[in-house]
Nanobody, 124 residues
Framework: QVQLVESGGGLVQAGGSLKLSCAAS????????MGWFRQAPGKEREFVGF????????YYPDSVKGRFYISRDNAKNTVYLQMNSLKPEDTAVYYC?????????????????WGQGTQVTVSS
């Protein structure tokens, strides 16, 4: 089992940038594919990004494509989410999660371990 802790959230003006980190501990972190999700008040949890175990493949929804970038450093047991050109609609609690084999990476139910989340607030 892997344990995840997000950090790096905060308050930022529209158009600004933030870089979130997800520190992992566990025996087999490097074998886990990882995802980022976000959840705003009154809304369902939304897929933000996915990265393969090696970091060579990434996937993003249209809502963040071209603005958000996911990366990982397995030697440091850390996954990152670089967020650029932030918009007020990006305001949410952001979570990293470890993906289980099988099922769509778009669905949060297919992820096993979750971090506690970090708040990102984008003001206009």
């Amino acid at each position: 089992q892997v344990q995840l802790v997000e950090s790096g959230g905060g308050l930022v003006q529209a158009g600004g940038s933030l870089k979130l980190s997800c520190a992992a501990s566990g025996r087999t972190f490097s074998r886990y594919r990882m995802g980022w999700f976000r959840q705003a008040p009154g809304k369902e949890r939304e897929f933000v990004g996915f990265i393969s175990w090696s970091g060579s493949s990434t996937y993003y929804p249209d809502s963040v494509k071209g603005r958000f970038y996911i990366s990982r450093d397995n030697a440091k047991n850390t996954v990152y989410l670089q967020m650029n050109s932030l918009k007020p609609e990006d305001t949410a609690v952001y979570y990293c999660a470890a993906y289980l084999r099988g099922g769509s990476y778009l669905e949060s139910s297919n992820y096993d371990a979750w971090g506690q989340g970090t708040q990102v607030t984008v003001s206009s």
